[in-house]
């Protein structure tokens, strides 16, 4: 399965845009770009997902690098409710059952 | 979470003793997922599902068996609960082309 790479936590301020980075340097043609979100004492939650091509959807977007190596969630203003830990995976499409493998992710704090 | 539930939310055992968890759904979904979650370690994948009786080991499957016997849902089975087994239990449900959508999780404690 391949990796992503993630800051370990990141710091923002409320009604402010958030740009979460992922690294994910060994991605292969069929793996889509999951991100997901717990927040405490929940289950996580699906944010939004990508192929190639840029994504947006009411919780946020997905800016795709052209080589896909790297991909960016954007919380375009982030609210006390954002602060979760943020999880980028590959999820392979070819593969029988497509499993998320969860890496540590990154933990968003907002401030007011 | 809409579509999908587990049972029991929570459950307080003893070692030695078998204990199985549901998780139902009614989304028609093909694939479903067990995880559990503990602090330092995030979230684990346990055992999956990919149709009815088709089922594979995921990271941490050592103690764990499953079954799928109707496409709605996906027990597990912890044979002979241990310590080591305390933990918060996810299930998760997928169609490829789609994100996962996870239950609210069932909170273990093996005494």
């Known amino acids: 399965d391949a990796k992503t790479t993630q800051p370990n936590s990141m710091e923002s301020n409320e009604e402010e845009p958030v740009h979460l980075p992922c690294n994910h ?15 405490p004492s929940q289950g ?5 997902h990508g192929l190639t091509s840029n ?7 997905l800016a795709i690098a052209e080589d896909r190596k790297s991909s960016t969630l954007i919380l375009h203003r982030a609210t006390l409710r954002d602060a979760a830990v943020y999880y980028c995976i590959l999820r392979d499409s070819g593969n029988q059952g497509g499993k998320l493998i969860f890496g540590q992710g990154t933990e968003l704090s907002v401030k007011p | 979470d809409a579509g999908i539930t587990q049972s029991p939310r929570h459950k307080v055992t003893e070692t030695g003793t078998p204990v199985t968890l549901r998780c139902h759904q009614t989304e028609n979904h093909r694939y479903m997922y067990w995880y559990r979650q503990d602090p330092g370690h995030g979230l684990r994948l346990i055992h999956y599902s990919y ?33 080591s087994q305390t933990s918060v239990y996810f299930c998760a449900i997928s169609e490829l082309i789609y994100g996962y959508t996870f239950g609210s999780g069932t909170r273990l404690t093996v005494v």
Request: glycine fraction near 6%.
């Open chain 2, 51 to 83: 149709g009815v009786k088709d089922t594979d080991k995921g990271e941490v499957s050592d103690g764990y068996s499953v079954s799928r016997s109707k496409t709605e849902d996906f027990l597990l089975t912890l044979e002979s609960a241990t310590s």
């Open chain 1, 44 to 48: 996580p939650e699906y944010v939004i």
């Open chain 1, 25 to 39: 340097s060994t991605i292969s043609g069929t793996d889509y770009i999951h991100w997901y979100r717990q927040l």
């Open chain 1, 55 to 61: 994504v947006n959807n009411r919780m946020a977007s």
